[in-house]
C-alpha cells in the first residue's frame, strides 16, 4: 500500500505527466495480453484512485479490470483513453501475462511494444496464462485480494526462492535469454484451478514459441542446474510408510565442458547443504553415508527428468549448455548453432556430480519417541 500512496504524492507535487491530476490518470498494476480473430485482446488491471468519500481509504486501494481490443497493442489501449479520456501510466506496471495461444504462436508479436515505449518500466514480471482466457485471471487476480498484484508476485517469489519449483522471470532476462546464443527461455504459467490460482508449471520456449511445460519434479530438477535452489524439501522413505525430510539450505551448481572424440560432454558439479529435519524410521539413522547417497538419488531424479523431457519432448535447451560451448569454444558451435537444439542437444552427454554436506550429522540421529 504504502508504495502506492508515494506514487500517488510524488505525482501530484512534481507535476509529472504534464501537470495532469492523478484522477486525470489510470495506473496499470497489472496487464493481460491475448489475440482473438486476428485481433488483441488486452486487459488492464488499474488502480482506482476514486473515493467516494474522503476518509475512503478501503475504496481507494480497489482495483479495477478493462478489457480493450485492437489490431495492435498500442491501438488496443488507445480504445481505452477514447473511452475514459484518461491517459494510462504505465510506469508502474509490475506484472504481464501472456495467453497461451499467443506465446504458441509467437511471443514476439507483443515484445517488441514494450521494448519500444520509453514509458514503460522495463522490470516487470511475465507469466504465461495456462488454459484460461486473460481476462477471467485477470478477474481471478482482482477479486482475490486488495492488491491482487503484489499477491501474486509474492507467490511467485515464494514458489522461486522458497519451494524450488518456478521461476521468476523479469522481461529484461527474458528478453536477454531469448537473444542469447544457445539458451531458451522460460516463463512461469499461472493457472486457474479450482478456482484457485496456482503456479506450478514452467512454461519452455523453443526461441519465440511455448512448446510445452515443466510439472512438479521437473521445476526443482531446472532450478538445481541454473543454481536457482536457494531452498527445498526433500523426503525418501526408509521403512515401510515412514520418511527421513531433508532441507537444502543452499545449492551451488558449476557447469562446465570438455571434449572427448570431438563430442561436448557437460559436467555439473552441485554442491548442496542440508538438514536432517525429521526422522520417522523406526530404528532412526545408522548410516549417515545411505543418507548423503539417498538425497543425491533423489536429486539426480529431478535432474534427469528435466533433462529427458527438454531432449525428447521439446527439443529445447533452456538450460545454456550451448551458451556454454558458445563462450568456451565458439568455433564449434557457430559450425552447429543451426542444428543444436533438434540434432546435438537431444543427444548431448551431461555427467552429474553431487556433494552432500549434511551440517547437522552430529545431532540427535535416531526419532525421539
Known sequence: MKKYIILLITLFLCGCQSNQEINNLSIVNSMGIDIQDNKYVVSIQILNTSKKEENDQENMEQSLVYTTYGNNISEALNNFFVKTSKKLYLGHLSLVLVSENLAKDNINYITDY?????????????????????????????????????????????????????????????????????????????SINEDNLSINHIAVFKNE??????????????????????????????????????????????????????????????????????????????DLDKVRTEVKNEINKYIEKVISVTKEDFKSDIFGFGRLLYQNNYSYFKAIENNWNNKIYPSLEIETNINIKLNNEGSILKTVR
Open 114 to 190: 514494450f521494448l519500444r515505449n520509453s514509458d514503460v518500466s522495463k522490470n516487470f514480471t511475465m507469466l504465461v496464462s495456462k488454459d484460461n482466457k486473460i481476462e477471467d485471471t485477470l478477474k481471478k487476480l482482482e477479486s482475490n485480494t486488495t492488491y491482487p498484484t503484489g499477491n501474486i508476485l509474492g507467490s511467485v517469489e515464494v514458489s522461486s526462492n522458497v519451494q524450488g519449483d518456478s521461476v521468476n522471470i523479469k522481461f529484461t532476462k527474458f528478453m536477454s535469454d531469448l537473444n542469447t546464443h544457445g539458451k531458451n527461455p522460460v516463463l512461469s504459467a499461472i
Open 209 to 286: 514459441k511455448l512448446v510445452g511445460y515443466l510439472n512438479d519434479d521437473e521445476n526443482i530438477g531446472y532450478n538445481f542446474i541454473i543454481d536457482n535452489i536457494k531452498n527445498a524439501n526433500i523426503n525418501y522413505k526408509c521403512d515401510g510408510n515412514s520418511y527421513i525430510g531433508i532441507n537444502i539450505t543452499n545449492s551451488k551448481t558449476t557447469m562446465s565442458n570438455k571434449f572427448e572424440n570431438n563430442k561436448p560432454i557437460i559436467y555439473l558439479d552441485i554442491d548442496v547443504d542440508a538438514l536432517i529435519t525429521e526422522v520417522n524410521c523406526k530404528d532412526g539413522i545408522n
